[in-house]
């Protein structure tokens, strides 16, 4: 069990671009969490997946984000049209049916310039 | 709603030093989870702790324990006798009785100098 892997773990990329980040959780997690964390900030929820229906999804969350998980096991995150205020670090946590801890990934720093 | 509120932003402690680190949170749900993580700087997030809102017993593990008052709204984490290593950015987390929606405080950092 190699935890939570996360990929790339930095991307720099220009305002207007799309960009998008991928996640592995923990296998037989069935549960797959997506979170923003900004500088001096905490984690802020964006959305879950339970298998691969995603079953909740935050108002940070705009239209320019879609995230999938398509066969319940990786799962990716998309940024369309990237702005300045989409710099931050994107956290993906996963937990199994039962248990109450996430276990976080070493998340995907995006600056976007 | 729900909130999470670490008042504290950075704190620095001299190594041995015992250091307090507090945790406010408002919520409407009568069940709920609080948890503890700490976030060193290679950036993932590490469990410490959870408790469950119907447990106010307090917990003492090894150097590090945690006061779960009720009544005040607070969830307390103490570090006794403080290394270098437990330097790091420390988030109390709020979570829905699914486990499925986490609320973070801002985190408070702490600097513990040799």
């Known amino acids: 069990d190699t935890g939570v892997s996360q990929d790339p773990r930095h991307k720099i990329t220009k305002r207007g671009q799309n960009v998008t980040f991928r996640c592995d959780p923990i296998s037989e997690h069935n549960r797959l969490y997506w979170y923003r964390q900004t500088l001096g900030q905490g984690p802020e929820f964006l959305t879950y997946f339970q298998n691969e229906a995603q079953l909740e999804k935050s108002r940070l969350l705009s239209d320019r984000f879609s995230a999938e998980r398509p066969k319940g096991s990786f799962s990716t995150l998309e940024i369309q049209r990237t702005e300045q205020g989409d710099s931050a670090m994107y956290l993906c946590?996963?937990?199994?049916?039962?248990?109450?801890?996430?276990?976080f990934g070493p998340g995907t720093r995006l600056t976007v310039t | 709603a729900q909130k999470v509120t670490q008042a504290q932003t950075e704190i620095s402690v001299v190594e041995k030093e015992d250091v307090t680190l507090d945790c406010v949170y408002e919520?409407?749900?009568?069940?709920?989870?609080l948890f503890w993580y700490k976030q060193p700087p290679s950036g993932e997030l590490v469990f410490l702790i959870r408790r469950n809102s119907f447990d106010e017993q307090n917990e003492i593990s090894g150097r590090y324990s945690w006061n779960f008052q009720k009544s005040t709204s607070s969830f307390n984490f103490t570090i006794t006798a403080s290394q270098v290593v437990d330097s790091a950015v420390y988030f109390c987390a709020l979570s829905d009785p699914n486990f499925n929606k986490f609320y973070f405080g801002s985190g408070t950092k702490l600097n513990v100098k040799p």
């Open positions: 946590a996963s937990r199994s049916q039962g248990s109450y801890e996430q276990y």
């Open positions: 919520t409407r749900d009568t069940t709920y989870y």
